[in-house]
């Protein structure tokens, strides 16, 4: 539904073949399947990942060693260990990679970053609140299922106030990962964010919604309307072309996947 008509669409990336463990799904998107994901290797300079982050974490350790540049889904793995792998696999082929992290592409985003840098920002906080995991909703995955909105929607969150405060050093965690999970982030620098994230409530809740607040004003991040993923495309070709160095590389999409995982053992104790 996103990546292979993105990838597809040009003018600057080709769909040159895809694999997936459904052959029949596979089809349906009109570009050559290939039976072993080997065989997909052979047929492109870099591969786009949307699989679970578990299937992500094994596969993509394998492109990279085969020397294919790789766009990659946030989480990065389903584990810290996991992130880890494929990270060190990026570092030690040399290959170039990029994150998804969709909203980080919207024009609005970009625009909401500039105006954070310009108030000498010290605190923030983001609701990211859905039902996403009630019923037959389609994003009602097991990997959603079974770790909640920290994993899912954690590293947006996670990504966005970072950008907009600092990196994170900290993080104290409270509540569930199957319910409502709050976050209190520390950033490098003094500042400091708080998150509420839960995708299993029922209604109509409110929009999810990342404030910013400093010494000279406040920022806040509008409804994102455009459509983003021209934008991934475009510079993930670019960063193919130089061979690396886009921000939101595996090396970020590790830092994230190290906050994740302490705020995770911290619910769990």
Request: proline share 7%; with cysteine; net charge negative.
């Amino acid at each position: 539904m996103a990546h292979a008509p993105m990838l597809a669409k040009g003018p600057h990336t080709r769909l040159a073949g895809v694999w997936a463990r459904r052959p029949e799904s596979a089809a349906e998107l009109g570009a050559p399947v290939s039976t072993r994901i080997e065989e997909l290797f052979d047929h492109c300079e870099a591969v786009a990942f949307c699989v679970p982050p578990a299937v992500q974490a094994e596969h993509a350790v394998r492109a990279a060693r085969a020397g294919k540049a790789l766009l990659l889904e946030k989480p990065l793995a389903d584990t810290l260990e996991g992130a880890r792998r494929v990270a060190d696999a990026v570092a030690e082929s040399g290959v170039a990679s990029q994150m998804v992290l969709t909203l980080r592409y919207a024009q609005e985003t970009r625009d909401f970053l500039a105006r954070c840098a310009e108030i000498a920002p010290f605190g923030g906080h983001a609701v990211n609140v859905s039902g996403v995991l009630l019923g037959d909703h389609p994003f009602a995955t097991p990997w959603r299922l079974r770790h909640g909105a920290l994993l899912d929607v954690g590293p947006h969150v996670i990504d966005l106030l970072g950008a907009a405060l600092g990196p994170v050093t900290g993080v104290r965690a409270h509540g569930h990962p199957l319910g409502w999970t709050g976050l209190l982030l520390e950033h490098e620098g003094g500042a400091v964010s708080e998150a509420s994230l839960c995708m299993a409530t029922a209604g109509d809740p409110p929009p999810s919604t990342v404030a910013v607040y400093g010494r000279t004003g406040g920022a806040v991040l509008p409804p994102v309307r455009g459509d983003a993923f021209p934008t991934v495309a475009e510079e993930f070709a670019r960063t193919v072309r130089d061979g690396g160095g886009h921000p939101l590389d595996a090396a970020h999409g590790l830092r994230l996947q190290q906050v994740i995982a302490e705020a995770a053992a911290q619910l769990s104790s």
